[in-house]
């Protein structure tokens, strides 16, 4: 799945489609602490674009695409990637360390 | 930096010197693009030079006159003689600023308010406010756009296409994703994602209709991005940018990276680096820190990334409170190698159009004297070689060898001579550049209408030549706008057409370079001249009326005549041509003049190509041995003593039924009389201004190119000679000055 969810951390990889607008909207609607990881998205889909405008959550990690970083960052909330991020809730198996991680130091590594 | 500084200077006195004259060749054809283009540029060039400085007073005022020709450029602003008025005042003021800088290193204080008149001015340009109009509605963003944003429109050219995309609510279920067709827009230099209306929250919010609307442009043109949307042609306008919304911008005005810039910005940011590393006392590094910042911040702006500034003000801080250079130096270096790419790609544009990239070498005049000098010298130690040959005589095998060293060093020594002649050569373009301004603002002050045509202006001579040259030929182009062409009226009723002509040709004749200065006036009146000659004592009347037309004018270039009705601020003392004379006479050349009544007038000046190298005639008096420069010679003649006749004291010789006035050298410089023996004697004929004249000598020995060297000491007090030159044998040549001596 291009977007990822982990815990309270929506990750955004490769081509992010019209179809993940939905779940998208559901998740974020759930989550009120969500934290948004745009790095590794190369291609993101107008509607999700417009959920995530809708959603007005900050951006903890802005994507790498050039072209998304100058025109879309502008559009969206800026968040304060410095804050403490809760502890993840995940167990899932992916334990590579997201930029998010990297930004959150040690606290970010989950249960083993 | 004190070399970027100069390179400054420089720089911007010749795009100075190329923004005159573009503004008058703009002048004459008011649809010049190409003068329009050139302009444009050479303000955009200057105000990149400017910006990295300090002076934003200068950057502002080159700016907005930048701007100006934008719109002059895109056809929004019609070229008219005031707007050019006031682009000329652009330039003056810079150049104020540009002998200001050169000796204060800074602005004027009042720079500031001398900047904002004049922009006020040059905003005041009329027409600018009607393409507003015809603006479609749905570009009307364009008006309201950030400092960043016009930034990087102006930056990015100056045709721009605009897109508004307002994608079809329903075009998710189409399968088309507008951000992405806005992706694949070329050379996108500005997009704005806007929601057509206010999003509602996200719960109330059906995902799947589009809300968004694009706003884009692009630096490419409207037929290459308009494809892109052709999925979606009824959701989307393409149109081109009309120059002024990017133009006038508020101050202060960002600057655009002017070409070149990029080269010199590198140079600033790797010494701003080399600064960092330099060891310095703890006290130092804050005050070391705060300059580079500072620098790096101009810089910027000067490239057209004032938005990258807030990262260089972040380093700098994190260099502060480490309390070492290292967050600094890193991110210059991370600059450096951005801006490092950008001057990269600008070479290589830069290697599309046809530029010179050969850049002129300057050397001081002295050092080219002082080579000259040696050259001398060595002229003279190779002459003591031809006696040594002589000695070598009996030793046939050594003296062939002797006499072939020596011819070879006579052709090299001869070629240096040329060549270091060469390095003091200019072409007159530096004389003749001023004289176009001159003539349009004396013509505009004096109410006529005249069109200066210049040519041969690549035609070299010496730099001392030129020097020479200056102040006469202001002179002489003055008497033209002045007295020379009539006003318009007069002009018409004539039957001529309104606007005179004057026409300044330069070319190299032989040893000599000429520059003719003709128009098309009211030509001058002979009779005056004679009758004001005659009133000045100058000649007497009987000569006068003698004197044919051709042979009157002449006389014109005496002190106190001159024919001007009245004396005006412009010219017409009556000093004027006599000053022409004086200064061209003492280069070695002269004046002719002719002049046809309701013609025109055509004033020729002929001056030696070098001054330093003067061809002489080695003439004999009372065994003494003389120079005579042999431009002053006409003819050499040999006559019969007894054709010489003496009226009074007075002498005389009729040749060619000419009569000749006669002077003998030997009384003029005071030596003992006596015949140069048999029945003939020699006589030179010279011709300085006007009537020839004879000169007695006892006979002709030698042609020479002497390297004259100015009498010193008490010597320097002889008004009789121009200096002295050294024969062969090493004997020293006085060279006569004839103007003096007769």
């Not at chain 2, 009607?130 to 009307?140: H, K, N, R, S, V």
Request: glycine share 8%.
């Amino acid at each position: 799945m291009p977007v990822r969810y982990d815990g309270v951390v929506a990750r955004f990889e490769g081509l992010c489609g019209v179809e993940e607008a939905l779940p998208l909207s559901d998740w974020l609607l759930a989550t009120p602490d969500a934290r948004l990881d745009l790095g590794p998205c190369t291609e993101l889909h107008t509607a999700l674009l417009q959920v995530l405008m809708a959603a007005r959550r900050p951006v903890d990690v802005p994507p790498e695409d050039e072209f998304l970083a100058r025109w879309i960052s502008p559009s969206l909330a800026s968040g304060g990637g410095v804050e403490p991020v809760p502890k993840a809730t995940s167990a899932g198996g992916d334990r590579r360390r997201s930029a998010v991680a990297r930004l959150a130091g040690d606290r970010w590594k989950g249960p083993a | 930096m004190s070399e970027l500084f100069d390179q400054f200077l420089v720089e911007s006195r010749e795009l100075l010197d190329g923004i005159g004259a573009g503004l008058l060749r703009l002048e004459r054809s008011l649809e010049d693009k190409a003068a329009i283009n050139e302009l444009f540029r050479a303000f955009h060039t200057l105000k990149g030079g400017t910006a990295l400085f300090d002076w934003p007073a200068f950057t502002h005022l080159v700016h907005a006159a930048e701007d100006l020709l934008a719109s002059v450029r895109s056809g929004d602003v019609a070229a008219t003689a005031d707007l050019i008025d006031r682009l000329f005042a652009v330039a003056d003021q810079s150049s104020r600023w540009i002998d200001h800088i050169a000796e204060h290193r800074g602005l004027p204080a009042d720079a500031g308010e001398r900047a904002r008149v004049l922009e006020e001015r040059l905003r005041a340009a009329p027409g600018e406010a009607a393409p507003e109009t015809a603006l479609p509605d749905a570009f009307g963003w364009l008006r309201d756009l950030s400092r960043e944003e016009r930034e990087a429109l102006r930056a990015a050219g100056p045709s721009l296409t605009a897109v508004a995309y307002d994608p079809d609510p329903e075009c998710f279920f189409n399968g088309d994703d507008p951000l992405a067709l806005c992706r694949r827009i070329p050379r996108l230099v500005l997009l704005r994602v806007e929601a057509a209306e206010p999003l509602p929250d996200l719960a109330a919010l059906d995902p799947y209709r589009c809300r968004l609307r694009f706003r884009a442009v692009s630096a490419a043109p409207a037929g290459d991005v308009a494809p892109v949307f052709r999925t979606a042609p009824d959701q989307v306008r393409v149109a081109p940018v009309p120059a002024d919304l990017v133009g006038p911008a508020p101050a202060p005005p960002p600057a655009a990276p002017a070409p070149g810039a990029a080269a010199m910005a590198e140079a600033i940011l790797g010494e701003q680096r080399r600064i960092l590393a330099l060891d310095a006392a703890p006290g130092e590094l804050e005050g070391r820190f705060a300059s580079v910042e500072r620098t790096a911040l101009n810089v910027l702006t000067a490239l057209g990334r004032a938005a990258e500034g807030a990262a260089v003000q972040a380093a700098a801080a994190s260099a502060r409170a480490v309390g070492r250079p290292g967050p600094l130096a890193n991110h210059l270096a991370t600059l450096l190698a951005a801006v490092a790419a950008e001057a990269t790609e600008a070479k290589l544009n830069e290697h599309a159009e046809p530029r010179a990239a050969r850049r002129a070498l300057r050397v001081e005049p002295e050092r080219v004297d002082r080579l000259l000098a040696l050259v001398g010298e060595l002229a003279v130690a190779k002459n003591r070689l031809p006696p040594l040959v002589r000695q070598a005589e009996g030793d046939r095998a050594l003296a062939r060898t002797l006499r072939e060293v020596a011819d070879t060093i006579d052709g090299l020594s001869d070629e240096l001579q040329n060549a270091v002649l060469r390095l003091r050569m200019l072409p007159l373009a530096t004389v003749l550049q001023p004289l176009p301004r001159m003539v349009r603002d004396l013509a505009q002050r004096l109410g006529k209408r005249i069109d200066l045509l210049v040519g041969g202006e690549r035609t070299e001579a010496d730099k001392d030549v030129l020097d020479v040259l200056g102040e006469p030929l202001i002179h002489l182009v003055r008497n033209a706008v002045d007295h020379g062409i009539e006003a318009p009226e007069r002009r018409a009723a004539a039957g001529k057409p309104e606007a005179g002509t004057i026409r300044i040709d330069a070319r190299q004749d032989k040893d000599s370079v000429v520059i003719e200065i003709a128009d098309d006036g009211g030509g001058i009146d002979a009779a005056a001249v004679r009758r004001k000659a005659v009133e000045n004592g100058v000649i007497d009347a009987a000569r006068a009326a003698a004197l044919s037309d051709a042979e009157a004018l002449p006389l014109i270039l005496l002190p106190g005549v001159s024919t001007a009705r009245a004396v005006t601020d412009v010219s017409g003392r009556g000093v004027g041509m006599d000053a022409v004379r004086t200064a061209v006479g003492l280069a070695g050349g002269r004046v002719e003049i002719a002049s046809e009544l309701g013609r025109g007038t055509r004033v020729r000046l002929v001056l030696p190509l070098t001054m330093v190298i003067t061809p002489v005639m080695v003439v004999e008096a009372a065994d003494g041995l003389f120079g005579v420069p042999t431009s002053a010679v006409a003819e050499v003649a040999k006559v019969p003593a007894t054709d010489i006749r003496r009226v009074k004291h007075a002498e005389s010789v009729v040749l060619r039924g000419q009569l000749i006035p006669v002077f003998r050298l030997r009384r003029l410089l005071a030596l003992p009389d006596g015949e140069g023996g048999g029945g003939t004697v020699t006589v030179l004929v010279l011709r300085l201004d006007r009537e020839p004249i004879g000169l007695v000598v006892d006979g002709i020995r030698d042609r020479l190119d002497a390297v004259l060297k100015p009498l010193s000491g008490v010597l320097a007090t002889l008004r009789g000679y121009s200096g002295t030159a050294e024969l062969s044998d090493g004997r020293l040549l006085p060279v006569i000055n004839l103007r003096e001596l007769l």
